[in-house]
């Protein structure tokens, strides 16, 4: 038995000399970043190994715990860190080959970032549990950081989300939010580590702290679920699944528009044709082949005589509130809206249509036509839709677009009003209606402020409509989106009714589960069209989140805290290297007095 303590003994100290970034710096960073993204990778679908990102941070608070040399360790974190970040991200391939090594760079950037901060930090004296605490208050600060300040929000791939399908730990995301579960599960990883780095004699403190980090993530599940909401209420729900691809949808001719509308229009009258008949029925995000369908725009294009492509600018819109008004059904629909538009002589003679204000948005349409509602996107997606600091100069904006997007335009604005669609019911009741687009589903303060005001709530469904045929056919994408949805779900105690293009269309209860539809309409899947029905439970306005009422409060406390303790660490170094320079200086005038 001892030989065999013996053996293991010298094989984890020949392991951690090895990896002892004192000894190896360059190879010791990058095998360990590189293990490090793998974890994180193989934890979202396609594979789903969910786990992985129980323990995916160790590797970098080893780094962090044992390197001697700053910038080389965070040079080659960032090299070790890049090829999860490319695998991640291939989709970007069919829409900006240009842009895929450069946001792989950037998300890079957080773990080399990490690693010196964490670096830094380990090196003051302070008590082990000061120590676990911090490795993980840095990391969901960083998160934070990339998911809601820089570059307008990029909140996808927290270590949380891959947790979406575990028993009972999601739940605690209605108190504290993905970001809190994020933050005890990098505090219950740290203390491990820091733990046994001080093994045996002062490990106990850190190793409390990962246990109790553990223990709250069970209980705040547990509190969580048994507080969802009840959902004494419900509304019958159509969603219509359309499959557009990405290449017909940017050039869509009149013939497509003319084709899939048509198709739309079918799916609408099956779903409406089904039991129990659906009190609202929803399209995916811009699905509407048609000019615009907010009033204003209609109005001058009738008075004015417009035409698109050979077509009247409101054969689309005609058709559709004739079509609404025959089935008697509330539609939700994508589509676009135009305010003041008009068109405009250009110097070389040509006629442009200009506005001004162009939105993506979303359109509840009743009574014909005669009762039209209307949300437009607040936050226009990052690099898809705007670039951030660079749209303000618009020469620059296109030329990066010509380099990078195959001369795409980003001419859209964002929305100005978080404006809910409201569905009166028969029973004389209503349902206060949230619409995120796209994007915005994956933003957690976004969806909040639409959801709750002052803590309170003022929608009782979510209606999210997507176009997920941006991510071709790279595997594991579309569930990623999906598992987001669900992440909102669960924080805000919400059912959500998804609509998506090429994606998936499901139904989503308050506590993130799945619900399987009652009927579905020529199965629908990713790549094939057809409807789906069901009838999902409604919260009371009287049934309001943790979350709901104070946001994300542990997101922003990380992010705060690692801002206070970075500027720290840079003072406390500046005084040591004075104090240095002073002793030297000091030491040098003895010598020139001896």
Same mark, same amino acid.
């Given at each position: 038995?001892?030989?065999?303590? #013996?053996?293991?003994?010298?094989?984890?100290?020949?392991?951690?000399?090895?990896?002892?970034? &004192?000894?190896? +710096?360059?190879?010791?960073?990058?095998?360990?970043?590189?293990?490090?993204?793998?974890?994180?990778?193989?934890?979202?679908?396609?594979?789903?190994?969910?786990?992985?990102?129980?323990?995916?941070?160790?590797?970098?608070?080893?780094?962090?715990? &044992?390197?001697?040399?700053?910038?080389? $360790?965070?040079?080659?974190?960032?090299?070790?860190?890049?090829?999860?970040?490319?695998?991640?991200?291939?989709?970007?391939? !069919?829409?900006?080959?240009?842009?895929?090594?450069?946001?792989?760079?950037?998300?890079?950037?957080?773990? $080399?970032?990490?690693?010196?901060?964490? *670096?830094?930090?380990?090196?003051? &004296?302070?008590?082990?549990?000061?120590?676990?605490?911090?490795?993980?208050?840095?990391?969901?600060?960083?998160?934070?950081?990339?998911?809601?300040?820089?570059?307008?929000?990029? +909140?996808?791939?927290?270590?949380?989300?891959?947790?979406?399908?575990?028993?009972?730990?999601?739940?605690?995301?209605?108190?504290?939010?993905?970001?809190?579960?994020?933050?005890?599960?990098?505090?219950?990883?740290?203390?491990?580590?820091?733990?046994?780095?001080?093994?045996?004699?002062?490990?106990?403190?850190?190793?409390?702290?990962?246990?109790?980090?553990?223990?709250?993530?069970?209980?705040?599940?547990?509190?969580?679920?048994?507080?969802?909401?009840?959902?004494?209420?419900?509304?019958?729900?159509?969603?219509?699944?359309?499959?557009?691809?990405?290449?017909?949808?940017?050039?869509?001719?009149?013939?497509?528009?003319?084709?899939?509308?048509?198709?739309?229009?079918?799916?609408?009258?099956?779903?409406?044709?089904?039991?129990?008949?659906?009190?609202?029925?929803?399209? +995916?995000?811009?699905?509407?082949?048609?000019?615009?369908? !907010?009033?204003?725009?209609?109005?001058?294009?009738?008075? #004015?005589?417009?035409?698109?492509?050979?077509?009247?600018?409101?054969?689309?819109?005609?058709?559709?509130?004739?079509?609404?008004?025959?089935?008697?059904?509330?539609?939700?629909?994508?589509?676009?809206?135009?305010?003041?538009?008009?068109?405009?002589?250009?110097?070389?003679?040509?006629?442009?249509?200009?506005?001004?204000?162009?939105?993506?948005?979303?359109?509840?349409?009743?009574?014909?036509?005669?009762?039209?509602?209307?949300?437009?996107?607040?936050?226009?997606?990052?690099?898809?839709?705007?670039?951030?600091?660079?749209?303000?100069?618009?020469?620059?904006?296109?030329?990066?677009?010509?380099?990078?997007?195959?001369?795409?335009?980003?001419?859209?604005? *964002?929305?100005?009003?978080?404006?809910?669609?409201?569905?009166?019911?028969?029973?004389?009741?209503?349902?206060?209606?949230?619409? +995120?687009?796209?994007?915005?589903?994956?933003?957690?303060?976004?969806?909040?402020?639409?959801?709750?005001?002052?803590?309170?709530?003022?929608?009782?469904?979510?209606?999210?409509?997507? !176009?997920?045929?941006?991510?071709?056919? $790279?595997?594991?994408?579309?569930?990623?989106?999906?598992?987001?949805?669900?992440?909102?779900?669960?924080?805000?105690?919400?059912?959500?009714?998804?609509?998506?293009?090429?994606?998936?269309?499901?139904?989503?209860?308050?506590?993130?589960?799945?619900?399987?539809?009652?009927?579905?309409?020529?199965?629908?899947?990713?790549?094939?069209?057809?409807?789906?029905?069901?009838?999902?439970?409604?919260? $009371?306005?009287?049934?309001?989140?943790?979350?709901?009422?104070?946001?994300?409060?542990?997101?922003?406390?990380?992010?705060?805290?690692?801002?206070?303790?970075?500027?720290?660490?840079?003072?406390?170094?500046?005084?040591?290297?004075?104090?240095?320079?002073?002793?030297?200086?000091?030491?040098?005038?003895?010598?020139?007095?001896?």
């Amino acid at each position: 038995m001892r030989d065999a303590q #013996d053996a293991a003994g010298n094989a984890q100290r020949g392991l951690l000399h090895f990896l002892d970034a &004192r000894s190896h +710096p360059s190879i010791a960073a990058f095998l360990l970043s590189f293990l490090h993204g793998t974890l994180l990778a193989i934890s979202f679908p396609p594979i789903g190994a969910s786990i992985a990102s129980a323990v995916c941070l160790i590797p970098l608070f080893v780094v962090s715990q &044992r390197t001697s040399n700053l910038l080389r $360790s965070g040079v080659f974190v960032a090299i070790g860190s890049l090829p999860a970040w490319l695998y991640l991200h291939l989709w970007l391939m !069919n829409v900006s080959p240009v842009g895929l090594p450069f946001l792989a760079i950037y998300l890079a950037l957080y773990q $080399s970032a990490f690693v010196i901060v964490a *670096a830094l930090f380990l090196r003051r &004296r302070s008590p082990a549990i000061a120590h676990a605490l911090g490795l993980g208050v840095l990391w969901v600060g960083l998160e934070t950081l990339r998911g809601s300040v820089l570059f307008h929000g990029y +909140p996808w791939y927290f270590i949380a989300h891959s947790l979406i399908d575990l028993p009972i730990v999601p739940q605690s995301a209605s108190i504290w939010g993905a970001s809190g579960i994020s933050l005890l599960l990098a505090v219950s990883q740290a203390g491990f580590v820091v733990g046994l780095r001080r093994w045996p004699s002062r490990s106990l403190a850190s190793l409390v702290v990962g246990v109790t980090a553990l223990i709250l993530l069970i209980a705040g599940g547990a509190f969580g679920r048994s507080a969802s909401p009840s959902g004494d209420q419900s509304l019958e729900i159509g969603v219509v699944q359309t499959t557009v691809e990405l290449g017909r949808k940017i050039t869509w001719s009149r013939e497509e528009k003319l084709r899939d509308f048509e198709e739309f229009l079918l799916l609408t009258r099956e779903v409406a044709a089904s039991t129990p008949v659906p009190d609202v029925i929803l399209w +995916p995000e811009t699905m509407f082949p048609g000019y615009a369908l !907010n009033q204003e725009a209609l109005e001058y294009a009738r008075a #004015d005589g417009l035409t698109i492509d050979g077509v009247p600018a409101t054969h689309f819109s005609d058709i559709l509130f004739a079509e609404q008004e025959r089935l008697g059904i509330p539609l939700i629909i994508g589509a676009l809206a135009r305010d003041n538009p008009r068109l405009v002589l250009l110097d070389d003679g040509a006629l442009a249509l200009e506005s001004d204000g162009f939105y993506n948005s979303v359109f509840l349409i009743e009574d014909g036509g005669d009762s039209v509602q209307r949300y437009d996107k607040l936050h226009l997606t990052p690099f898809g839709e705007v670039m951030p600091y660079i749209s303000a100069i618009e020469w620059l904006e296109r030329a990066l677009l010509i380099i990078g997007a195959g001369g795409m335009t980003f001419d859209l604005d *964002a929305g100005q009003s978080r404006a809910l669609l409201e569905l009166s019911r028969a029973e004389g009741d209503s349902v206060f209606i949230a619409t +995120p687009v796209c994007f915005e589903a994956t933003m957690p303060a976004l969806c909040r402020r639409l959801v709750f005001e002052h803590g309170r709530r003022r929608a009782n469904l979510i209606g999210a409509v997507t !176009n997920d045929a941006w991510f071709g056919a $790279s595997p594991g994408l579309r569930e990623r989106h999906l598992a987001l949805a669900r992440w909102r779900a669960i924080e805000l105690g919400t059912p959500i009714a998804r609509a998506a293009n090429t994606g998936i269309s499901t139904f989503i209860a308050s506590d993130g589960s799945l619900i399987e539809p009652r009927e579905t309409g020529r199965y629908p899947s990713q790549a094939k069209s057809g409807w789906i029905t069901t009838s999902v439970p409604l919260p $009371s306005f009287d049934e309001v989140t943790v979350y709901g009422r104070v946001g994300d409060l542990a997101g922003w406390f990380a992010m705060v805290t690692s801002g206070f303790l970075a500027i720290w660490i840079c003072v406390d170094r500046m005084k040591i290297k004075i104090a240095t320079a002073a002793n030297q200086d000091a030491g040098e005038e003895k010598n020139v007095g001896e």
